[in-house]
């Protein structure tokens, strides 16, 4: 049996990944006007945008415990895993990878927890790398260096209509918000060092778009690409994304996942949402622009 590997449900990687690949997924919590669901199994997209809807809404959402961890854990080395690699959203926008922690802890050394300074598919890379080793027989230090290696050649943009949800759920500042919010930009996001940051500011959804493309492709430098598009409600939005990076990337681009991103994320997101997701393939064309100033270097950027 090889390493297994666990992730949780805001990698929002395709069923049909997850079965294939044999991932263990461990739920978050979305908390709806007081009413809880575990994300992906009680609660879904659609429940979360209706409910931001609303003039008076209380959405949040909370990591699964410590508890949870270690009994997943301990039941699949029960099953027979040699080795368990838990891969997680970044610990600057959930206590997730804490509570991996602590668990991993509880239970010994077999267990290896990494932070993809990430969400989404931007997660969701780094767990399908850390799957693909342990199916190729690495062990259990092995699978967490390919998860962590993967963790550097992937990026992350986002475009949002509003920095409000963000602002609520404390995943940015409140001045960012307010400087946004009076001078009408609309912005797009990305997480060096797991963060959520505001990365540039346009003026309308279309130019959002485009200046997504635009920076997927920087991001992708030289080398083969997979990609990841996400949305809220958007689908037009991802269909135009993946259109437009299929052109420009051409016959470098590989695979291309497209899906809605769950609740967690809109509940601190909010309808509009666009997201790509660039994760270079390892090789001699894995190469990429040097930074520019002030900017993150490959290691760093997300």
Known sequence: MPVAVVTDSTAYLPPE???AHRLTVVPLTVVLNGAEGLEGVETFPADATRALAGRRVS???????????AETYRGLLAAGAPGVVSVHLSAELSGT???ARLAAVEVGDRVEVVDSRSTGLGLGFPVLAAAEAAEAGADLAGVRDAALAAVDRTTIFFYVDTLEFLRRGGRINAAEALFGTALSVKPIMHMPNGAIVVRDKVRTASRGVARLVDLAVEAAGDADVDLGVHHLAAPQRAARLVEALTDRLGDRLHDTYVCEAGAVVAAHAGPGLASVVVHRRPGVDDRR????????TAAGQQ
Do not use: D, H, I, K
């Open 97 to 99: 990878v804490e509570a």
């Open 17 to 19: 990944l997850v079965r």
């Open 289 to 296: 622009p040097s930074a520019g100033p002030g900017e993150p």
């Open 59 to 69: 959405v949040s959402t909370s990591r699964p415990s410590p508890e949870q961890f």
